[in-house]
């Protein structure tokens, strides 16, 4: 089974930014990050695969869509969510994850059924 390693969290006033780094101990079509705020469900935040012709399919929840970057730098094998303009709303845990490879070309990915396998999580806090 594959172990995940998050790392990049931290506290950050609103409107700053940071970026999560996850390194799997193999590989993984599909990857994406999933949140769980004080007292909220875990959701999904968003998912990236990159595909066999050389594309890329990501989804991500609409909440940080234009805010929210997720990448992946296949030559070190790490995943990647920059996070710019920060709300106190995105304070959570972040947690990288693997994800189904049958459902990561639709916004599905998203959902926490679609996930293999969880890391330990990496705090976000965000002060106004």
């Known amino acids: 089974q594959v172990q995940l390693t998050e790392s990049g969290g931290g506290s950050v006033q609103a409107g700053g930014s940071l970026r999560l780094s996850c390194a799997p101990s193999g590989r993984s079509y599909c990857m994406g990050w999933f949140r769980q705020a004080p007292g909220k469900e875990r959701e999904g935040v968003a998912t990236i695969a990159h595909n066999s012709w050389g594309g890329v399919t990501q989804h991500y929840v609409d909440s940080v869509k234009g805010r929210f970057t997720v990448s992946r730098d296949n030559s070190i094998n790490t995943m990647y969510l920059e996070m710019n303009n920060l709300k106190p709303e995105d304070t959570g845990t972040y947690y990288c994850?693997?994800?189904?490879?049958?459902?990561?070309?639709?916004?599905?990915?998203?959902?926490?059924?679609?996930?293999?396998?969880w890391g330990q999580g990496t705090q976000v806090t965000v002060s106004s």
């Open positions: 994850a693997t994800v189904i490879r049958a459902d990561c070309s639709r916004p599905s990915a998203l959902r926490l059924a679609s996930v293999e396998t």
